[in-house]
């Protein structure tokens, strides 16, 4: 790349700030972070990189062509990473529209403010120019029992959620087959790690074990999820960025299929090992089935043999260790959490599914 700077879209929410907090640390690249900061987003988890001189917030939506015109005149990045979304199924299943906002429109919007400053780019900017579209494995559906995704799988997204991230990677997709705009398309199953808002499965799960809650699993807890540490994830963006071909995609994966009450009875272990004196030990006796949602995929699993191959990615983390580095970073890091509020409205929304949504500490803090 010619000049110095990655703009980074999301970077206050879960991947992205670990993508910032990356490349800060181990490159010497400029990062602008342009972030709404919805509920999703998190300055807490760039804390440490916030007075950096090489890192730079722009709070902006990406629906304001306006404003991500001059973020994007006034930086000059070399490349685009995008991570900004809706990004909770969940939340889709109550409420689609900023769904189809932030995720296809807001894409919509990027792309076309990002080939308009790559036009008027010099040659050899343009020839090195990259868009990484940063998306999921939910796109292309439910596997059965067995088979796994590749990266020619059809598109058969079920949630709202999905059905958007879906028709953004088709925009995006579009805009390299129709004017060769160098764009990059990544698919990844399930992240967990720290700085994972306390919503999605392994943070609500380690933070209602902290306070004694239920600990909710859908339906009887089958479904398979293949979990990928979210610092390997990071690093498979990284090198995508740096050698994928223009107008491929590659899947991403760990490998680690677990069922949704695998994963909680980890968790529950690692806590009772972590916390002998816990008066809510043995911490799975707190786990309660509830009705499961609509449309559930049963099961995910990725065929990463391309990105390993082509690029030589490997994830670095097991199951194992990497939910022993979550469960202790949560322990750990009880600032983080506490300090955000809960919102009263989606709460209640949990609460009528049989969720007990967020621990009382959280409540209260
Ligand atoms: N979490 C996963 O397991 C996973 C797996 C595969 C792919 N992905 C994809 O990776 C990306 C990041 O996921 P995440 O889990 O970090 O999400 P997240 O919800 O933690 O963070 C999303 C971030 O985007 C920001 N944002 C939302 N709407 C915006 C808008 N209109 N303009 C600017 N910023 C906006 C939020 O403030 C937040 O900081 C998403 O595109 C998601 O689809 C996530």
Not at 104 to 119: H, N, P, R
Not at 131 to 142: K, N, W
Not at 259 to 270: K, M, P, S, Y
Request: proline share 5%; with cysteine.
């Amino acid at each position: 790349m010619t000049n110095k700077t990655i703009m980074i879209t999301g970077g206050a929410g879960f991947i992205g700030s670990e993508l910032v907090r990356q490349l800060i640390a181990d490159t010497d690249f400029f990062v602008v972070n342009v972030d709404k900061l919805t509920y999703a987003g998190n300055l807490a988890s760039l804390q440490e990189v916030s007075d950096h001189p090489r890192y730079k917030l722009e709070k902006a939506d990406i629906g304001d062509a306006a404003n991500i015109g001059r973020i994007l005149r006034e930086h000059d990045p070399a490349a685009i990473v995008h991570l900004a979304a809706e990004s909770h199924v969940d939340r889709s299943i109550d409420s689609a529209a900023p769904f189809v906002q932030t995720n296809i429109v807001g894409t919509f919007i990027l792309l076309e403010q990002a080939m308009q400053y790559w036009s008027a780019l010099g040659s050899a900017a343009r020839e090195k120019f990259r868009f990484l579209h940063v998306s999921t494995d939910e796109v292309f559906g439910s596997l059965g029992e067995t088979g796994f995704f590749h990266e020619s799988s059809p598109y058969r997204p079920s949630s709202p959620y999905s059905a958007s991230k879906a028709a953004s990677d088709h925009l995006a997709r579009a805009w390299h087959h129709t004017w060769q705009f160098p764009v990059l398309i990544t698919n990844c199953s399930n992240n967990y790690g720290p700085c994972q808002y306390p919503e999605k499965l392994i943070p609500l799960t380690i933070l209602n074990a902290l306070a004694g809650k239920t600990l909710p699993v859908y339906g009887q807890g089958l479904n398979v999820r293949d979990w990928l540490f979210v610092s390997d994830h990071v690093r498979a963006l990284r090198r995508v960025l740096e050698a994928g071909t223009p107008g491929s995609t590659y899947n991403v994966g760990g490998n680690s299929e677990r069922t949704n009450l695998d994963v909680v009875h980890a968790i529950c272990e690692r806590l009772d090992e972590l916390l002998p004196n816990s008066p809510h030990r043995p911490h799975a006796s707190l786990i309660s089935f509830v009705k499961d949602r609509p449309g559930h995929d049963l099961r995910y699993a990725i065929d990463a043999t391309r990105i390993r191959s082509e690029l030589g990615w490997m994830p670095e983390e097991t199951f194992d260790s990497g939910i022993g580095r979550t469960v202790e970073w949560y322990l750990e890091n009880r600032n983080w959490w506490r300090r955000i509020r809960p919102e009263k409205q989606h709460n209640r929304k949990l609460r009528r599914k049989g969720f007990d949504a967020y621990p009382a500490s959280l409540a209260s803090g």
